[in-house]
């Protein structure tokens, strides 16, 4: 092992890539997650003209498959793959993990630790039958009960006992005090929201791998109908992830010198420059000081640019995390990027178009800017991504022109200060007497119908509280008709249900 500052200019290329998508037409010979991971990293291998560079990759990295449980992930891709590296690693639970995985790869190499990393990850959500039904814990069945409760967990449990537990009762939250933020009534709102997924929705007609090529208007995308339901307010089935996909993705990260025996004329050499990982001091929704920025985003892109030596303006194109589009409102807010801004901020078309499979979407990223990259199309890339209700980020920045940067103790300095933004605000678990709304949402049926109605806001006392109102379609009208963000409410402790009610002032 070579480690040292001796090595602080060593610089990281990715050098292969190459992902697979498993069509939903598809019902023959199958792959599991791992048989995608396989196929996606011989394209890595191919793209290098070289399959044997497998089985020689002395690091393998693969990012928690969520769909299928595997004892260790990695250590059955490389015996798939005839490899015997030296050192393996599965991720934790998060869409943060591929780019996490890529500012340690970077690191390990730039140390001299490893010459050579594959970082790979799939996944297989597509139901093949009209019978399969889809729940909630359709995104979890890859995991044990063992696993780490807070890696699995985005809500504590008064927010679950609420009905706050997946991304999507999660993110309407922060589109709600967006809106209410904005000033405008909600059909000017939602058309600006309409008009940014549309710009997501044409990027992944045009890219070979997206789930959904056919392009969307800014009206279809937001407007309920039959086959756009409401799920939850203010989001339609269009404005949500596509977890039901089958992708798999690979790279292969070198040292720049053992990169250049796969040089290409026609294309140019992909740099990883510099990488930061964040996670909230404030983690869960309930404990968050306000719903519309986010400090450790924020942070991370710093510290990534001042890593990478650039600025914002020098950045070509984005890959911003778009699991929903308050996530890419935040993280534009956060990077001061305007909505004049002419630059992409996805080249993939996001979770919601390309797909959105499990921990492992930034991956695709990765693929398809180091693609553009190589090709001339940009000269230099940032990727944000995040994990649960953006608890934790990583950002990392790619270019084709190589810069003198200290990678080897990036990742280090991140394990030791992660943590950023404030303490986590005080909570009324059963919240009585007056209240102000700060955010809500409402929860829709599959049959269309609103179920309930979440309301996160502030006591008197200044306590943060959780409630819900009650099931009653006036108030669910009220709600979704004009921002109440700001409204008194009246709060009451319902002990056979264990719930808090709001009743609106």
Known sequence: ???????????????????VTQSREQIDNLLDPLGLMVKASRRAAESLGSLDILAKVDGIMVVRPLSR??????????????????????????????????????????????????????????????????????????????????????????????????????????ETALWAESGLDLEPY????????RKFSQAASTHPNAWIKSPLTSSAIVSATRNNRMIAFPYTKFMTSMLYVDLGAAI????????????????????????????????????????????????AAQR??????????????????SCFPSSVAIACKMLGIKETDKRPLTLTGGLGFFGGPGNNYSLHAVVTLADAL???????????????????????????????????????????????????????NI??????????????????????????????EGFRFISQTHADPDIFNFLISQSQVGRLVHLKYNAQQNLNIAELL
């Open 431 to 460: 919240a009585s007497g007056k209240g102000i709304i700060e955010t809500y949402t409402v929860i829709y049926s599959r049959d269309g119908s609103p179920a309930y109605a979440v309301i996160y806001g502030k006591t008197s």
């Open 374 to 428: 190589s090709r001339g199309l940009y000269k230099t890339g940032m990727i944000t991504s995040l994990g649960w209700f953006l608890q934790k980020h990583a950002v990392g920045i790619y270019s084709t022109r190589p810069v003198n940067t200290e990678l080897y103790h990036y990742d280090l300095d991140d394990k030791k200060s992660f943590l950023v933004g404030e303490k986590p605000v005080k909570i009324r």
């Open 69 to 174: 449980h595997y004892d260790d992930a990695a250590k059955q891709l490389a015996e798939k793959i005839g490899a015997a590296p030296r050192f393996d690693l599965v991720s934790g639970v998060g869409g943060n993990s591929p780019q996490s995985l890529v500012n340690k790869a970077g690191g390990m190499i730039a140390r001299g630790e490893l010459e050579s990393v594959l970082l790979a990850g799939g996944e297989t959500y597509c139901p093949r039958n009209k019978s399969e039904t889809r729940t909630g814990s359709d995104i979890f069945k890859g995991l044990t009960g063992g696993h780490e409760r807070q890696d699995m967990l985005g809500a504590m449990e008064i927010e679950m006992h609420h009905g706050v537990y997946l991304p999507i009762h999660g993110f309407p939250l922060y």
């Open 1 to 19: 092992m070579i480690a040292g500052n001796n090595h602080s200019n060593r610089k990281v290329t990715i050098t292969g890539w190459g992902q």
């Open 252 to 299: 292969i990260l070198m040292s720049e010198e053992k990169s250049r025996q796969f040089y290409k004329k026609d294309r140019q050499p992909v740099y990883f420059l510099a990488g930061a990982h964040t996670e909230e001091r404030q983690p869960f929704l309930i404990q968050k000081s306000n719903f519309t920025s986010s400090l450790p985003l924020k942070a």
């Open 304 to 321: 990534a640019l001042c890593r990478s030596n650039l600025t914002m303006e020098e950045i070509d194109c984005f890959d911003i995390y």
């Open 190 to 197: 939602m058309e600006r929201v309409g008009n940014l997924w």
